[in-house]
């Protein structure tokens, strides 16, 4: 069993109270909502390279290179003095085109096991991810930082163990998050605060073994969620994708 499939069973498992095996399996479930990346290849050896989806780097990917290619031998070239004599607005495109093709593929710091990402800082055992920064344990997540342990989250600050979450911070424990903070063991809440054992919770704080933002006896929220997470693992090991998710909620079967 490789590193990432060890991450991917230990997430599920915690936050979803059942392992899930086969990470790719799920890919095209955790890669929903999530800006992870596209693939180019190099112009001069045909390397496969991931390119963040910033819109300011789509009018490079016909000149990017992989990083020592950039290093090794595109950094060692240079304009010859009759070359930069003639340098003007109206000829620059065809006077620089042998020194301007890039590299998008940056590392910062001390990283390990980092496969098929690009831009990560500090980052351990993460795949299919970018804007890695200070973080371990990541799968298709883009911009996790200062984060552990996730699943398919999109911009996921100082956080653990997170499956699907989305524009948050201080995050432990939860499934289809967005913009909340300091919740755990939560999922299928929107713009809360301070949430604890909470589902379907919107625009609200404080609040615990709460539904629809109304509060319940723990017995009676503890049996509702284990009817959830048992459809939750039905749908996912029988389709190897959730339709519903924290966007669609509300809409008629789940579109």
């Known amino acids: 069993m490789d590193e990432f499939e060890k991450t991917f069973q230990t997430i599920t ?101 980092v496969v098929e990402s690009s831009l990560y800082y500090d980052s351990h055992t993460c795949f299919r991810g970018s804007a890695l920064n200070k973080s371990k344990c990541c799968l298709y997540s883009f911009w996790p930082r200062y984060s552990e342990y996730t699943l398919g989250c999109y911009y996921l600050f100082s956080s653990q163990f997170c499956i699907k979450c989305y524009n948050s911070e201080n995050l432990i424990r939860c499934f289809e998050m967005s913009d909340c903070n300091n919740c755990s063991d939560s999922m299928f809440c929107h713009n809360s605060e301070n949430l604890k054992d909470c589902m379907f919770c919107f625009n609200t704080k404080s609040k615990k073994y709460a539904i629809a933002n109304i509060e319940l006896p723990p017995e009676k929220y503890k049996a509702i969620k284990a009817m959830v997470l048992a459809h939750i693992h039905k749908e996912l090991e029988e389709k190897k994708y959730l339709g519903l998710s924290i966007f669609n909620l509300g809409r008629k079967n789940g579109k």
Request: hydrophobic residues 30%; aromatic residues 8%; charged residues 25%.
């Open 13 to 113: 498992g915690i936050v979803l109270g059942k392992k899930l095996t086969g990470y790719r399996d799920y890919e095209n479930w955790l890669s929903k909502n999530v800006s992870t990346q596209e693939e180019v290849k190099s112009q001069i050896s045909g390397d496969l390279i991931f390119l963040p989806t910033f819109s300011f780097y789509h009018d490079l990917r016909s000149k990017l290179v992989t990083m020592t290619e950039a290093y090794d031998e595109l950094g060692k070239k240079k304009l010859s003095e009759n070359e930069l004599a003639s340098l003007s607005l109206s000829n620059a495109g065809s006077v620089l085109q042998n020194i301007s093709t890039t590299t998008l593929d940056t590392q910062y710091g001390k990283n390990t096991n």
